[in-house]
């Protein structure tokens, strides 16, 4: 067995690609507990910060990822992944300079282009490294790149920007990823295609291709429709707590982030672990718990989600925080695993980008804007806290739609699990 072959490179290789993960989500939910000092210094709306956060980030970053992906399904995954994080990096360490609001979403342009380069091909890569019933364990291990990474995001923004300023804080955790690009480069190796599958690899599949199995079949169709109301909870409410705690419960910034990373990092890691461990170990006689297992997590997380934003203590409401966290966590590994099962090893990085193209341009995109808007609209009524509390509590209804979908993914009325056939080439 060569060295790259053997389970503790694969180890390292998932080691690595968390890593990226990790400092994509730093890069990219730093802003959000640096909402408000951004929005005092250029004097602009909830509204703009909400465009600031969604599709100043989101647009680029779902139209580049479709033929990204493409490319990744043809050419040099780890190569692809190197480029997006040294791009990202570049593109943070930008948005430290920027003297107006323009510039600021300018540079948030660049870090949405750059991270688009990020999780198909890590997806695509993983799906080779680890046999079919580790993936969703793997790719759960992969996710928690997310709470790591709003964790540190939070820590490194409200305490940068507390003992200095919001410039500096994307500066200093723009730089190592310019380190982190060339130890993806040159410590990854591109394994054979479709090395851990046992049905023959075929040629690279089209976008068109691809969505045409999305079409016709119900489970990723559903997939597709459940993870956009998802997104637009999920971002929204991630984007928007910081400026929450601090409206509402009026905490200082930098002990504000601190307990929202604690609850970002704990719910988050616990959620997206305790989720693939138990998609993997159910999954393997029923395929359907890939599906069941995000949706009761989901519903259990809107009371506790409603609790949290209308509690008047804000000790109880950081607590449940986490809880909130860990149910919302829950949805990645299960997800992205069973898509990995239920397409052809060549439309997997294509599958993912479709998705995540889905997640970032709905959920991303218009999360945190509708929110903005909201806040901007029932603000003259019921003040900022009054208005940003309302606005949470409207976006995280919309999750039951998620828990109806992946619900109904989970297999016909008799239980059994849904079977996906692979077009013929």
């Known amino acids: 067995m060569q060295h790259h072959d053997s389970p503790g490179y694969a180890r390292y ?67 692809i992944i190197a480029l997006g994080v040294a791009a990202w990096s570049l593109m943070t360490v930008a948005s430290g300079f920027a003297r107006s609001f323009l510039q600021l979403a300018l540079a948030r342009v660049g870090v949405g282009l750059g991270e688009a380069a990020c999780t198909p091909p890590a997806h695509s890569l993983l799906a080779d490294y680890f046999p079919p ?20 995001g939070f820590l490194a923004g409200g305490w940068i920007a507390h003992f200095f300023d919001w410039r500096t804080a994307f500066l200093v955790v723009g730089a190592p990823g310019l380190l982190l690009a060339l130890l993806v480069r040159f410590t990854i190796r591109e394994p054979e295609r479709g090395r851990q599958d046992t049905a023959p690899v075929s040629g690279a599949y089209s976008l068109g291709e691809t969505l045409g199995l999305i079409f016709r079949h119900r489970a990723l169709l559903l997939i597709q429709l459940g993870g956009a109301f998802y997104a637009i909870a999920g971002y ?62 989901l519903l259990l997380g809107i009371p506790v989600t409603v609790v949290m934003l209308t509690v008047a203590d804000p000790r109880i409401a950081l607590a449940l925080f986490l809880v909130q966290q860990f149910t919302f966590f829950c949805y990645s590994g299960p997800i992205y695993a069973v898509m990995q099962f239920l397409v052809p090893s060549s439309m997997r990085a294509m599958v993912v980008a479709v998705h995540l193209f889905v997640l970032n341009l709905v959920g991303l995109g218009f999360g945190p804007l509708l929110i903005g808007m909201m806040n901007d609209g029932f603000a003259a009524t019921l003040g900022s806290g009054g208005a940003i509390r309302l606005s949470l509590l409207v976006i995280t209804l919309g999750t039951l739609v998620s828990v109806l979908c992946f619900w109904l993914a989970a297999g016909n009325r008799d239980g059994k699990p849904i079977a996906v056939p692979i077009p013929a080439r």
């Open 13 to 79: 290789v998932l080691v690595i690609l968390t890593l990226t993960y990790t400092c994509s989500y730093i890069d990219r939910y730093i802003l959000s507990v640096l909402v408000e000092p951004i929005k005092a210094e250029f004097g602009v709306s909830d509204t703009l910060m909400g465009l600031l956060g969604g599709f100043a980030f989101a647009l680029l970053y779902t139209l580049a990822g479709i033929p990204i992906a493409r490319w990744a399904d043809r050419g040099n995954r780890r190569t």
């Open 133 to 152: 019933e580790k993936r969703a364990t793997a790719l759960a291990i992969y996710s928690m790149g997310i709470p790591f990474g709003v964790m540190f």
């Open 236 to 297: 929204g409410l991630s984007f928007w707590i910081a400026p929450f705690f601090a409206r509402v419960h009026h905490l200082p910034l930098n002990e504000m982030a601190s307990w929202l990373a604690l609850g970002a990092l704990v719910g988050g890691v616990g959620g997206s672990f305790a989720a693939g461990l138990v998609a993997d170990r159910f999954g393997r006689r029923e395929l359907r718990w890939y599906f069941l297992t995000p949706a009761l997590a």
